[in-house]
């Protein structure tokens, strides 16, 4: 009998959207598995410069698969600086480890280098993870082709997370025959519509903000941050004045004093504010809402799983179309909203277009069938065959 493939990965820290997957794999696939973290973030509790908090994930991040944390000797050790994850003995690690092939989490940091140079002189094949894309900045400068051209090359298998995805890196020299989709996907075990206590805590949560039963809601969860735009949602939502309707905010950041100015101009209980929750908490945030929005035109919303999250408890989204999960999953007028980040207006009027159709049961009815379809094919099961796919082709090459 053939052994199951050694698989390796390389990842920066625990992550609450990866964990999920990992033990996925180690109890529904025959691959011995082992991730190779970098950092203690997500599980020891740690200041998140963007939330401007301290937290750590309240769901358990370290059991049901195998795993090992790398010492990182870096200064200030962290993923926002290329020296931020400096992990000398992660070669020595792996080789004793003997993988079939690593699969590699991103490569902007001094430890990824290492283990690029690593795993090409021991013929170790290499998979890369990324989900970078090129919308609204076209592509980029000809001496940063070139080098991702490079770097890319070194790899012998991709795992694109969707369209956006896919086209960036066909743009950079990826032949069509590396690349695997293996799309993004989150806990749907977690995010699951039929569980009583997830209706229990949304309806909680509604008495608590003082919302009628028959009150519309819009939801925006992530950070308070320019770039996600939540003051021009505030301004489109502000501009419409929707009857019975609220818009509720999750989270923290930098835009949450000029939010809470702007929200003092809005009529008593229409505008309200929840700070940030943490994973286990989110599926009543969902269920609260009629509609999630994110409204992002920044480069770096390279997906956007929130939205795969309220998808999955039936709750249609609105946003733009910088965020990278766009075109697989939200089909304007089909799946939920779409609208350009760079038309003045646009938001405030493809949110009145939302509201319109939440109104009309039938079409709210058709709506929900048609997200629940398209949903259905980002889940594990998915991403897993990609991977899979992906493996056999890097170690049979």
């Known amino acids: 009998m053939t052994p199951a493939p050694r698989l390796a990965v390389v990842l920066s820290h625990p992550n609450q959207y990866y964990i999920p997957w990992f033990r996925w794999l180690a109890a529904n696939t025959s691959l011995e598995l082992r991730v190779f973290y970098l950092w203690d973030a997500g599980v020891t509790a740690r200041v998140d410069p963007q939330f401007q908090t301290s937290f750590k994930w309240d769901v358990d991040l370290l059991s049901g698969y195998d795993h090992e944390f790398v010492p990182n000797t870096a200064r200030e050790p962290g993923s926002f600086r290329f020296s931020g994850l400096r992990n000398p003995t992660l070669p020595a690690r792996l080789a004793a480890w003997r993988p079939d092939a690593i699969l590699l989490f991103g490569y902007a940091y ?47 298998a991709f795992l694109p997370v969707g369209a956006a995805n896919r086209d960036y890196f066909t743009l950079l020299g990826v032949p069509d025959h590396r690349l695997h989709f293996a799309p993004h996907a989150v806990d749907t075990a977690l995010f699951n519509p039929a569980e009583p206590s997830h209706h229990a805590a949304a309806a909680t949560l509604r008495q608590q903000l003082g919302l009628a039963l028959s009150t519309r809601v819009i ?14 949602l ?34 008593a209980g229409s505008v309200h504010f929840l700070p940030f929750a943490n994973q286990s908490e989110m599926p009543a945030r969902y269920l609260l809402a ?36 766009q075109r697989d999953l939200v089909t304007d007028g089909e799946t939920g909203w779409v609208f350009s980040a760079d038309t003045p207006g646009a938001l405030q009027e493809k949110l009145s277009h939302a509201l319109a159709t939440l109104a009309d049961p039938a079409a709210r009815a058709r709506l929900r069938a048609a997200l629940a379809t398209r949903i259905a094919g980002y889940t594990y099961a998915q991403t897993t065959a990609g991977l899979l796919a992906a493996l056999t082709a890097s170690v049979t090459q």
């Open 110 to 156: 001094h430890t990824h280098l290492r283990v690029l140079l690593w795993a090409r002189l021991h013929r170790v094949p290499l998979i890369f993870r990324g989900d970078s894309h090129l919308l609204g900045r076209g592509a980029p400068p000809f001496a940063t082709r070139c080098a991702l051209r490079l770097l890319y090359a070194q790899f012998a």
């Open 219 to 232: 939801l925006f969860a992530g950070k308070f941050s320019p770039a996600k735009q939540p003051r021009e």
């Open 234 to 267: 505030l301004a489109a939502f502000l501009a419409l004045h929707p009857l019975d309707t609220a818009l509720v905010f999750v989270g923290d950041g930098e835009e949450k004093s000029a939010l809470h100015a702007l929200a003092a101009t809005a009529p």
């Open 290 to 325: 009629d509609l999630f929005v994110l409204p992002s035109r920044g480069h770096y919303e390279t997906w956007g799983l929130a939205v795969n999250e309220a998808m999955h408890l039936g709750v249609p989204a609105l946003v733009s179309d910088r965020v990278g999960c």
